[in-house]
């Protein structure tokens, strides 16, 4: 059994509505999980069921074939982010780092002079919020987990941080180790 996919996920019946339907691309289970901040749907495949009790979900799988062993502890916490997700959400920082380096909102999108020509404006996807804390700090929050990376490795790599001066867009707490120079080298 899966350490990580037999636990249970407990969650407030009051804010979180869970239900299921067969359908999709290849008929699987679909997994609707509404809350406050949103809907998130997952397909559940085949080999895996979901059990709904009173403000607990449990997933049991109905063989023990090795392809549904592994996909026993992801669904779960696939699941569980899900239901994070409605009530909570996820948030990501980014920092930007390097004189002249700085953003600004304008409306739902951020613009960031990033030692370019020109200023970068980063449209989000539906779902996601960008905003700008401070001129050098970026937050990015959603319901959808995986969304809420995505969305933010893709601002950092408007300009990752480059290993000389550490100047760029890095996560936030994030080490950027430096190199010596040529100088440093003779």
């Known amino acids: 059994m899966s350490k990580i996919g037999k636990k249970i996920i407990a969650y407030d019946q009051a ?7 067969v359908g999709g691309r290849f008929n699987y289970q679909q997994i609707k999980v509404a809350g406050p901040r949103g809907e ?5 495949r085949k080999g895996i069921k979901l059990v709904i009790e ?4 449990r997933l049991e799988r109905e063989s023990e074939a090795t392809r549904v062993k592994a996909l026993h502890g992801l669904y779960r916490s696939l699941l569980a982010n899900m239901v994070k997700g409605v009530t ?12 002249g380096y700085r953003g600004s909102q304008s409306g739902n999108n951020i613009e960031l002079s990033l030692g370019f020509s020109h200023k970068v404006t980063y449209t989000p996807p539906a779902g996601i919020e960008v905003k700008m804390l401070d001129e050098n700090t970026i937050s990015v929050t959603g319901s959808d987990n995986q969304l809420v990376g995505q969305v933010a490795a893709e601002i950092r790599m408007l300009r990752k941080p480059e290993p000389y001066k550490g100047k760029g ?7 950027v180790r430096k190199k ?7």
């Open 40 to 44: 998130l749907t997952l397909p559940l």
């Open 169 to 175: 867009i890095r996560y936030f707490g994030e080490y």
């Open 180 to 186: 010596a120079g040529k100088a440093a080298a003779k």
């Open 15 to 21: 804010k979180v509505n869970v239900s299921t339907e």
């Open 54 to 57: 009173e403000g607990v979900l």
């Open 88 to 99: 909570e959400g996820f948030e990501k920082k980014l920092e930007i780092h390097g004189v």
